[in-house]
């Protein structure tokens, strides 16, 4: 408390000295108190040490949340998502090494942990994703601690809110009539997003040829245009549409969709192909006027910088809870505006996943649009894991949080009712 004193006293005293004087000049001393004011710090930030990480699931473990603590009572949330299950003890190994070391030091714990992982996987998958939840709790940490928004720990922002597109979620719908899909398009608008998105891969569609065959039948093809067809109608031209294949198809398919989709004019076309082939992208993005987008399952920036090299896509979409985290997410936007291309990133997470992404989205020039998803309007479940401030969405934006840190806590009792059983919770 002494350090916290002195430090204020130097501040207001440093503001109001020298030549200037008059009512600019007190105000700026008074923004410094103010900020210091708002440093939650009961000693140094430099004794600040991490004491522990627990963490909890839910969505079957396919949603990862953790919480890391330290010897001043502040706590960071973070969260990863869909390469999880299973992962309790990876999440404990990762804590052991970051350990009694101090969490402002974020991207040489982040190095830490993933040079220690080499022979663990620590290229992609669960290893990274993990890491993505614990990278971002780091930052969470940081900004509590130094009473700043992330966004301001990444740099500053561009902008104060975040565009997002509404996952209709009509995949969830046994009607995938052309008329639900424009139905459920002018709902969107009328809650007031200005951007869609809408899944045309579909397992069960009676036109397959088979399971396992990843070429569109014409039945098939007919089908997607369709649908997308009459959201078009509903819409009219100056919504934007998205489109997602959830990389179910081959190459074949995926220039005929993206051709086929020219008169639509589409925000982009999402993976149509898998995500390990970045040439086979570049032959589908040459063939048609159609945006290309993929990086939902790509990991760190080593995974992007192939597709960027050769011009295989015309807008990455990292998902930032399990592609490194936020300092990784940010090397990548910067690694793709290098090329001029725009980030999209994915987002299947909770809000919590959804403000740290938008501090990012906040923090880099190249920004497109954000996922967001029509779950958040419809499951209950989504406001009882986590604690905010103000709307999630207004008109179609997230409003970026000044609080400090994220700006979105976990709330570990609304979370408890849906962890998957015989599984530790937050211990």
């Known amino acids: 408390m002494t350090f916290n004193s002195s430090r204020r006293s130097f501040l207001t005293k440093s503001a109001l000295a020298g030549v200037f004087a008059g009512s600019a000049l007190s105000s700026f001393g008074q923004g410094l108190e103010t900020a210091v004011e708002r440093t939650p710090m009961s000693?140094?930030?430099?004794?600040?040490?991490?004491?522990?990480?627990?963490?909890?699931?839910?969505?079957?473990?396919?949603?990862?949340?953790?919480?890391?603590?330290?010897?001043?009572?502040?706590?960071?949330?973070?969260?990863?998502?869909?390469?999880?299950?299973?992962?309790?003890?990876?999440?404990?190994?990762?804590?052991?090494r970051i350990k009694g070391k101090s969490p402002l030091n974020v991207h040489r714990l982040f190095e830490d942990v993933r040079r220690s992982g080499f022979f663990e996987g620590a290229q992609a998958g669960m290893y990274v994703s993990v890491l993505s939840a614990v990278e971002t709790a780091l930052w969470d940490l940081v900004g509590k601690a130094l009473g700043l928004p992330v966004y301001q720990l990444l740099g500053g922002k561009f902008r104060d809110r975040i565009r997002v597109y509404c996952d209709t979620g009509t995949y969830r719908d046994n009607d995938k009539s052309p008329d639900n899909f424009a139905k459920s398009a002018t709902d969107a608008v009328k809650m007031g997003f200005n951007a869609v998105k809408y899944d045309i891969d579909e397992r069960d569609d009676p036109n397959k040829y088979d399971l396992y065959n990843w070429t569109a039948s014409p039945g098939e093809l007919e089908r997607m245009y369709n649908q997308i067809a009459a959201v078009r109608k509903a819409v009219g031209p100056k919504i934007d549409i998205c489109v997602d294949m959830h990389g179910r198809y081959d190459v074949t398919t995926g220039r005929r969709v993206a051709k086929m989709m020219e008169p639509l004019n589409l925000l982009f076309l999402e993976e149509p192909?898998?995500?390990?082939?970045?040439?086979?992208?570049?032959?589908?993005?040459?063939?048609?006027?159609?945006?290309?987008?993929?990086?939902?399952?790509?990991?760190?920036?080593?995974?992007?910088?192939?597709?960027?090299?050769?011009?295989?896509?015309?807008?990455?979409?990292?998902?930032?809870?399990?592609?490194?985290?936020?300092?990784?997410?940010?090397?990548?936007?910067?690694?793709?505006?290098?090329?001029?291309?725009?980030?999209?990133?994915?987002?299947?997470?909770?809000?919590?996943?959804?403000?740290?992404?938008?501090?990012?989205?906040?923090?880099?020039?190249?920004?497109?649009?954000?996922?967001?998803?029509?779950?958040?309007?419809?499951?209950?479940?989504?406001?009882?894991?986590?604690?905010?401030?103000?709307?999630?969405?207004?008109?179609?934006?997230?409003?970026?949080?000044?609080?400090?840190?994220?700006?979105?806590?976990?709330?570990?009792?609304?979370?408890?009712?849906?962890?998957?059983?015989?599984?530790?919770?937050?211990?």
């Not at 869909?82 to 990762?94: E, F, N, Q, R, S």
Request: with cysteine; proline share 7%.
């Open 273 to 427: 192909i898998p995500a390990e082939n970045a040439e086979a992208y570049r032959q589908i993005r040459e063939a048609s006027n159609t945006p290309i987008c993929a990086g939902e399952n790509h990991y760190l920036g080593h995974g992007f910088r192939r597709l960027l090299e050769i011009g295989a896509v015309d807008i990455i979409m990292p998902d930032l809870q399990k592609a490194g985290g936020l300092g990784e997410a940010q090397r990548i936007a910067n690694l793709a505006n290098l090329y001029y291309v725009p980030f999209a990133p994915h987002m299947v997470a909770s809000y919590l996943g959804a403000m740290a992404s938008s501090h990012v989205c906040a923090s880099v020039p190249n920004f497109l649009i954000l996922e967001w998803q029509i779950y958040f309007h419809e499951d209950p479940m989504f406001k009882e894991i986590v604690t905010f401030d103000g709307p999630m969405v207004k008109d179609g934006f997230i409003p970026l949080s000044e609080k400090p840190g994220i700006g979105v806590e976990i709330n570990e009792e609304g979370m408890k009712k849906y962890a998957p059983k015989d599984v530790p919770f937050f211990v």
């Open 43 to 96: 000693s140094k930030p430099s004794d600040l040490k991490i004491t522990d990480i627990r963490c909890g699931y839910i969505r079957n473990g396919h949603s990862l949340f953790v919480k890391l603590h330290t010897n001043q009572g502040i706590w960071g949330c973070g969260e990863a998502v869909d390469a999880t299950p299973g992962t309790y003890h990876l999440v404990k190994m990762m804590g052991q």
